[in-house]
């Protein structure tokens, strides 16, 4: 996964390139995008049930763009509060 801030993220496997654009939000604060953008990825694959070995060497284009779409969603909801503040499950549903 390649990141790029405001302009989205990018996703490579072996078999698929995924990319990904946030929703644009007003930028309170940057603190913790990367850990809520990077957590937003592991909650997406854990919903999936795609968190073993295997799945994750094989995963589908969509398992991927799930898994980084929900990760700029809780990205961008983190950079629009003040602080550290990432979004609870049920804001980025």
């Given at each position: 996964?390649?990141?790029?801030?405001?302009?989205?993220?990018?996703?490579?496997?072996?078999?698929?390139?995924?990319?990904?654009?946030?929703?644009?939000?007003?930028?309170?604060?940057?603190?913790?995008?990367g850990?809520?953008?990077?957590?937003?990825?592991?909650?997406?694959?854990?919903?999936q049930?795609?968190?073993?070995?295997?799945?994750?060497?094989?995963?589908?284009?969509?398992?991927?763009?799930?898994?980084?779409?929900?990760?700029?969603?809780?990205?961008?909801?983190?950079?629009?509060?003040?602080?550290?503040?990432?979004?609870?499950?049920?804001?980025?549903?």
């Amino acid at each position: 996964v390649v990141t790029h801030g405001s302009e989205g993220a990018v996703g490579y496997t072996r078999d698929h390139k995924v990319t990904v654009v946030p929703d644009k939000v007003e930028v309170v604060d940057t603190v913790g995008a990367g850990d809520t953008f990077n957590a937003g990825i592991l909650a997406s694959l854990h919903e999936q049930g795609l968190l073993s070995k295997e799945a994750i060497a094989n995963l589908a284009e969509d398992a991927i763009h799930k898994a980084l779409a929900l990760g700029a969603k809780a990205a961008a909801v983190t950079v629009s509060r003040a602080g550290a503040n990432p979004p609870w499950r049920h804001e980025i549903a």
